[in-house]
């Protein structure tokens, strides 16, 4: 115990602490994952439009989702837009406003690119079988785009959580702060605590993060056809 | 020799381009009821893209197709109501994957029709018996082979009820001894009466199912006629070239030992 620094975390409420600051973290990803699918699902519909001015829209933002590293739209967000903008924006919400941001981006390019790998075959099949539009695409093409969809959502929302460590970086009192203020604490009573707090802290992403990622694979073996 | 049978398709004057390229140039054909039709001759003469205009997959430069009397388009508002008459089997057998064979079969006549569920699957199952995959039923599509799939498109288009059955290749894409299997089915549908406009490669398929064989051509009838006359004695030169095509001569000679 004393070798790996874990005696720190049964010291006074250091463990709730910690679970705290993942509650912090778990919350913000469950915000921004749940505004991520919601609007990624209709970015996603508006990618697929022929219109060229939709086209570069989407092409643009996308874009700079992926350029952008995740740590950059951070800091552009909570001091850039205080300071330019005159705005004050909590670092919990500059944290929502960048991971929606990012998620509803490369949602939008999942939903994309599973409604375009519907073949052309099936729209034309279920048409000659006297459907409408709407009932091809609740019948045929939606279900089946959602199989293929889920799995790699699932994946971009682990991505999400796992990404939520940068967020202390603004001062969100999330897990990864929790851990380093435990271990300032006790810097002189047991340096060890380096080891044993992270230790744990990845021991809880992975407690978050492995039954989501287990379900997307239960769900792709299900699905795989 | 004068036919009684009503007419249920009628093209007059078709005419079908993709840009520049006339696929189909001004062509004229009558259906009749219980009528047979296989429509031959070489790639891009305009036969698979025939089928498509008649089931309103492609916009039309020219011309109408009335099925019943009723114009065929595919951007008016009831096409989905006319392609309800026309049974379509495609070459790739597309069923949904994501659907079980009977729910592949039962679909569209309960979506689409609305009948009755017990209905659509009593009828769904008897379709299924009929192409021989009952046992099948509950199977999704990976777990069949091509030539089953392939059935059970059939089976799938039979379950509209449609008054014309349109067959878009639907071999070619099998391995040849799967053929025989899908062509059985068809023969069987021949002998009992449905009318069908039939894409085919196949050509002693052709000869054994056809009432009427129609070689096409540059999107022109070139020679129309009853399949024993066609294949055995074609009156122009370009009908005679190309069923030449389908024949080899040896280019070496062995003689057979006793």
């Known amino acids: 115990m004393e070798l790996l620094g874990l005696d720190v975390l049964f010291k006074g409420s250091n463990a709730m602490r910690l679970l705290q600051g993942l509650g912090v973290a778990v919350e913000i990803s469950i915000i921004s994952v749940v505004i991520s699918l919601v609007l990624g699902m209709l970015f996603g519909i508006f990618m697929t439009w022929k219109n060229p001015v939709a086209r570069v829209i989407s092409r643009i933002y996308l874009e700079i989702v992926r350029i952008m590293p995740q740590l950059v739209l951070l800091f552009i967000v909570f001091f850039g837009a205080t300071r330019a903008l005159g705005l004050n924006v909590s670092a919990e919400l500059s944290s929502i406003i960048v991971f929606s941001f990012w998620g509803v981006g490369e949602m939008g390019d999942l939903v994309r690119g599973s409604l375009e790998s519907i073949p052309v075959h099936q729209y034309e099949s279920a048409a000659a079988l006297g459907m409408t539009k709407g009932q091809i695409y609740y019948h045929v093409v939606i279900p089946q785009a959602v199989r293929r969809l889920i799995p790699m959502s699932i994946n971009l929302v682990t991505r999400m959580i796992k990404t939520t460590s940068l967020i202390l970086m603004i001062g969100v009192v999330e897990v990864m702060k929790v851990g380093q203020q435990i271990i300032e604490a006790n810097r002189m009573v047991s340096p060890n605590a380096v080891f044993g707090i992270y230790g744990t802290i990845l021991l809880l992403y992975f407690l978050v993060c492995w039954p989501i990622s287990m379900l997307a694979r239960h769900l792709e073996k299900k699905w795989s056809n | ?258």
């Open chain 2, 1 to 258: 020799m004068a036919d009684e049978r009503e007419i249920v398709l009628r093209i007059e004057n078709l005419t079908k381009s993709f840009g520049d390229n006339v696929v189909i140039d001004g062509l004229d054909l009558e259906v009749r009821a219980g009528e047979v039709i296989v429509v031959i001759g070489p790639s891009g003469c305009g036969k698979s893209t025939l089928l498509r205009c008649i089931n309103g997959l492609e916009e039309i430069q020219g011309g109408r197709i009335l099925l019943d009397d009723q114009e065929v388009d595919g951007r008016s508002k009831n096409i989905a109501q006319i392609r309800q008459k026309l049974g379509m089997v495609f070459q790739s057998y597309d069923l949904f994957p994501h659907k079980t064979i009977i729910e592949n079969v039962t679909l569209s006549p309960i979506v689409v029709q609305k009948r009755p569920k017990e209905e659509a699957i009593a009828e769904g199952e008897a379709l299924l018996e009929r192409v021989g995959l009952l046992d099948k039923r509950d199977d999704y599509p990976r777990q069949l082979s091509g030539g089953q799939k392939q059935r059970v498109t059939i089976a799938r288009a039979l379950a509209m009820q449609p008054e014309i059955m349109l067959l878009d290749e639907i071999t070619a894409a099998l391995d040849p001894e799967m053929v025989h299997e899908v062509l059985d089915v068809i023969l069987d549908l021949a002998r009992e009466g449905k009318t069908m406009i039939i894409v085919t490669h196949e050509m002693s398929f052709a000869r054994a199912v056809a009432d009427r064989v129609i070689f096409l051509e540059g999107g022109h009838i070139v020679e129309e006629g009853i399949p024993e006359l066609f294949f055995t004695n074609p009156k122009t030169e370009r009908a005679r070239e190309f069923l030449h095509t389908f024949e080899f001569t040896a280019v070496r000679s062995h003689t057979v030992e006793e």
